[in-house]
T-cell receptor
Framework: GQNIDQPTEMTATEGAIVQINCTYQ??????LFWYQQHAGEAPTFLSY????GLEEKGRFSSFLSRSKGYSYLLLKELQMKDSASYLC?????????????FGGGTRVLVKP | GAVVSQHPSWVICKSGTSVKIECRSL??????MFWYRQFPKQSLMLMAT?????????EQGVEKDKFLINHASLTLSTLTVTSAHPEDSSFYIC??????????FGQGTRLTVV
């Protein structure tokens, strides 16, 4: 099975930086995804890492270390609209359909 | 990016009735679709993996006779919640994957059983 852990909640100030950590344990790792989900809406894709290193996309960056089973999502220049849940998901190549397993999500609250 | 359309966005039904939710991939062929359920303030829980032309693979603890999944074409999968009860009230989300990397999510369906 898989075990994916991420903090439950984080609070940050507008304009600041927040780092959301995700640790995972899986036997058939085949990629890690980060999604953003606003309340009552479906998740939207943010980033994908399959190799070690940092992927930067505008204000959002995602890092992966496969040997450590660790990833983080970095949100820079926080805006009020960034208040949402951020979901870490791991793909298992040994599972039917290369399914994604989601962590519990991290609720980020951005304050003025 | 690819578009996945899920319908309806919300539905209210009486206890004991059945509800069908559709998930369509609009601009790509989805060989695999996934159905998730999400309770308030919780993460997405995978219910089943649906492959075109074959039986769905259900996750442990998900009743296959209660949650009927049909994936008859490469662009359409349906989830039918049979004999719905108030505890089935939840946010149901589908995602579709083509041969490439990521899966795309539908808009979600909020089911309320009264």
């Amino acid at each position: 099975g898989q075990n994916i852990d991420q903090p439950t909640e984080m609070t940050a100030t507008e304009g600041a930086i927040v780092q959301i950590n995700c640790t995972y344990q899986t036997s058939g790792f085949n990629g890690l995804f980060w999604y953003q989900q606003h309340a009552g809406e479906a998740p939207t894709f943010l980033s994908y890492n399959v190799l070690d290193g940092l992927e930067e996309k505008g204000r959002f960056s995602s890092f992966l270390s496969r040997s450590k089973g660790y990833s983080y999502l970095l949100l820079k220049e926080l805006q009020m609209k960034d208040s949402a849940s951020y979901l870490c998901a791991v793909r298992d190549q040994r599972a039917a359909g290369n399914k994604l397993t989601f962590g519990g999500g991290t609720r980020v609250l951005v304050k003025p | 990016g690819a578009v996945v359309s899920q319908h309806p966005s919300w539905v209210i039904c009486k206890s004991g009735t059945s509800v069908k939710i559709e998930c369509r991939s609009l601009d790509f062929q989805a060989t695999t679709m996934f159905w998730y359920r999400q309770f308030p303030k919780q993460s997405l829980m995978l219910m089943a993996t649906s492959n075109e032309g074959s039986k769905a693979t259900y996750e442990q603890g998900v009743e296959k006779d209660k949650f009927l999944i049909n994936h008859a074409s490469l662009t359409l999968s349906t989830l039918t919640v049979t004999s719905a009860h108030p505890e089935d009230s939840s946010f149901y989300i589908c995602s579709a994957r083509d041969q490439a990397t990521q899966a795309f999510f539908g808009q979600g369906t909020r089911l309320t059983v009264v």
